[in-house]
């Protein structure tokens, strides 16, 4: 029996290498292909979901794209150019414009007010007050965007809390007209997209070291002077994705506009929605939203390209 073992056991070894427990239980060397294979892959595994929903959104792209060539109820086989030639009409037009102004001026206003909010989060030692200013921040993200707008009904109605507010003190002697109106509209907007201005540029400007703040005010300038000359150029990236974001959300808003402006303040997602809703015109609608697609990414990368610009001319002195 010992004899029989013995010959089993130099047979097993002959026929092949030992089993290293290094090489896990599957049995693969990290220097064997298949091992090399699997750590070029792990990036992609990782990326896949993301992947998977940008294919996702670019195959609905085409799809509104194509559907923008379509007739009203031959979507899918006709062909025409005429959903492109209606939107030359004065009223599409000025729902355009409409809609990129309202989209600008709340990116301005988003990031202006941005910058206070950002620098204190940025700043701040505290890890309490960190977390109640990125709790505050992120409020709006986390109520429902109708229930922000009928908040908004209650604030800006003629007997809401803000015409009562300056009833009371006097500074008006009848309710002021914000619903219906763009001034109401623009305060739904920024406020809505409030965080997405916040977040990247408060990223940013904790990424900044405060050694130049430390050292520009050695060197004698004020507050405003650093922020000025110091941390807003470096944080410029982050302020510009700040920026973009919130124009780019804007520009495509539709419950706020709808809630607070009606057919009042024709912005294009509610041109869009009237399209479909009660005319069922899916080519006619699919136009509009690819132009006004065509038209954020054209302001978004004209944007970039001023700002990259601009930083290019304030870095020749300096070389």
């Given at each position: 029996?010992?004899t029989?073992l013995?010959?089993f056991?130099?047979?097993?070894?002959?026929?092949?290498p030992?089993?290293?427990p290094?090489?896990?239980?599957?049995g693969?060397?990290?220097d064997?292909p298949?091992a090399?294979?699997l750590?070029?892959?792990?990036p992609?595994?990782l990326?896949?979901?993301?992947?998977?929903?940008?294919?996702i959104l670019?195959a609905?792209?085409?799809?509104?794209l194509?559907?923008?060539f379509?007739t009203?109820g031959?979507?899918?086989h006709?062909?025409?150019l005429q959903n492109?030639?209606?939107?030359?009409?004065g009223?599409?037009?000025?729902s355009?414009w409409?809609t990129?102004?309202l989209?600008?001026?709340?990116?301005?206003c988003?990031?202006?007010?941005?910058?206070?909010?950002?620098?204190a989060?940025?700043?701040?030692?505290?890890?309490?007050?960190?977390?109640?200013?990125?709790?505050?921040?992120?409020?709006?993200?986390?109520?429902n965007l109708?229930?922000?707008?009928?908040?908004?009904?209650i604030?800006l109605?003629?007997?809401?809390?803000l015409?009562h507010?300056l009833?009371g003190?006097?500074l008006?002697?009848?309710?002021l007209?914000?619903?219906?109106?763009?001034n109401?509209v623009?305060?739904?907007?920024?406020?809505?997209?409030?965080p997405?201005a916040?977040?990247?540029l408060?990223?940013?400007?904790r990424?900044?070291?405060?050694?130049y703040?430390?050292?520009?005010?050695t060197?004698?300038?004020?507050?405003?002077?650093t922020?000025?000359?110091?941390?807003?150029?470096?944080a410029?990236?982050?302020?510009?994705?700040g920026?973009l974001?919130?124009?780019?959300y804007?520009?495509?808003?539709f419950?706020?506009?709808?809630?607070?402006?009606?057919?009042?303040?024709?912005?294009?997602?509610?041109l869009?929605?009237?399209?479909?809703?009660?005319l069922?015109?899916?080519?006619?609608?699919s136009?509009?939203?690819v132009?006004?697609?065509?038209?954020?990414?054209?302001v978004?990368?004209?944007?970039?390209?001023l700002?990259r610009?601009?930083?290019?001319l304030a870095?020749?002195?300096h070389?």
């Amino acid at each position: 029996m010992t004899t029989m073992l013995a010959r089993f056991s130099r047979r097993v070894t002959s026929s092949g290498p030992a089993w290293d427990p290094a090489a896990g239980a599957s049995g693969l060397g990290p220097d064997t292909p298949a091992a090399t294979a699997l750590a070029k892959a792990r990036p992609w595994l990782l990326l896949a979901p993301i992947l998977l929903f940008l294919a996702i959104l670019g195959a609905a792209a085409l799809v509104v794209l194509r559907m923008s060539f379509g007739t009203q109820g031959n979507e899918w086989h006709g062909f025409t150019l005429q959903n492109y030639a209606d939107l030359l009409d004065g009223y599409f037009l000025k729902s355009l414009w409409l809609t990129l102004k309202l989209a600008f001026q709340s990116m301005i206003c988003a990031v202006l007010l941005a910058i206070p909010v950002a620098l204190a989060m940025a700043r701040t030692k505290s890890r309490l007050a960190r977390r109640l200013l990125l709790a505050g921040v992120l409020l709006p993200l986390l109520v429902n965007l109708l229930l922000q707008g009928y908040g908004w009904l209650i604030i800006l109605g003629p007997a809401g809390l803000l015409n009562h507010a300056l009833l009371g003190s006097g500074l008006v002697q009848r309710p002021l007209m914000w619903l219906y109106r763009e001034n109401g509209v623009l305060l739904g907007l920024i406020q809505t997209a409030f965080p997405l201005a916040v977040l990247p540029l408060s990223s940013a400007m904790r990424a900044v070291s405060s050694s130049y703040e430390e050292a520009a005010a050695t060197l004698g300038a004020t507050r405003w002077q650093t922020l000025r000359h110091v941390l807003l150029p470096l944080a410029m990236p982050g302020l510009v994705s700040g920026a973009l974001l919130v124009f780019a959300y804007n520009a495509s808003a539709f419950a706020v506009p709808l809630l607070l402006g009606g057919r009042r303040v024709p912005m294009l997602a509610v041109l869009v929605h009237d399209q479909v809703a009660p005319l069922l015109n899916w080519p006619a609608a699919s136009a509009s939203g690819v132009v006004l697609m065509i038209a954020t990414l054209t302001v978004m990368a004209l944007s970039q390209r001023l700002v990259r610009r601009t930083q290019k001319l304030a870095e020749e002195p300096h070389a």
